[in-house]
């Protein structure tokens, strides 16, 4: 079967660092999607993972294992802005997307 | 970059009445885009898979009679919410991917449509 899974919440402080992580199991893979979502609003693209690894883009990379079903968003030097909830995805062997619940990530000053 | 534009972002309706939303990829050229609904504080559910001149696919559990999707053009997808009741308000969202990025091209999401439903 195929399931996907990240933390409800997550609260963390201005100009720290968080990592927020997701899990997923399923028999075929074309890759893994970072969205954000601010409240009220259509989620927005962060990143695409398909090979192992790291990839970083500004204040944001995202982390994939394939062999570990795994990733992780990272967020450095976060601001209040980055206040959302940050949805994981992967694509499935037929080209569609699995959602996971969302993270709602809580900036604190 | 790209951009899929989407509209009504609001809408009221009385209960009984039918509403249509338009998604639209305003630099791209779409084959397929996709349908969600979202309640609050819930994932995106994909409701149905739009393909261009033909029929919309549907997930289980997704009235096709109840939402109807037509995907006249390249650029043009509606879905109609026929005949609606409270139970239906929620935040709908379409989505296109990018045939330039191939099938596994970023996804790209209109604005929203949040509906309700008196």
């Known amino acids: 079967g195929q399931n996907i899974d990240q933390p409800t919440e997550m609260t963390a402080t201005e100009g720290a660092i968080v990592q927020i992580n997701c899990t997923y199991q399923t028999s075929g893979f074309n890759g893994l999607f970072w969205y954000q979502q601010h409240a009220g609003e259509a989620p927005t693209f962060l990143s695409y993972?398909?090979l192992d690894g790291l990839e970083e883009k500004g204040r944001f990379s995202s982390f994939l294992s394939r062999s570990k079903g795994y990733s992780y968003l990272l967020l450095k030097e976060l601001q209040m802005k980055d206040s959302a909830s940050y949805l994981c995805a992967f694509m499935d062997s037929n080209y569609q997307l699995i959602w996971g619940a969302g993270t709602k990530l809580i900036i604190k000053p | 970059g790209a951009v899929v534009s989407q509209h009504p972002s609001r809408v009221i309706c009385k209960s009984g009445t039918s509403v249509k939303i338009e998604c639209r990829s305003l630099?791209?050229?779409?084959?397929?885009m996709f349908w969600y609904r979202q309640f609050p504080k819930q994932s995106l559910m994909l409701m149905a898979t739009?393909?261009?001149?033909?029929?919309?696919?549907?997930e289980q559990g997704v009235e096709k009679d109840k939402f109807l999707i037509n995907h006249a053009s390249l650029t043009l997808s509606t879905l109609t919410v026929t005949s609606a009741h409270p139970e239906d308000s929620s935040f709908y969202i379409c989505?296109?991917?990018?045939?330039?990025?191939?099938?596994?091209?970023?996804?790209?999401f209109g604005e929203g449509s949040r509906l309700t439903v008196l």
């Open positions: 989505s296109a991917r990018n045939l330039g990025g191939g099938e596994t091209g970023e996804l790209f």
């Open positions: 993972n398909v």
């Open positions: 739009s393909n261009e001149g033909s029929k919309a696919t549907y």
């Open positions: 630099d791209f050229q779409a084959t397929t």
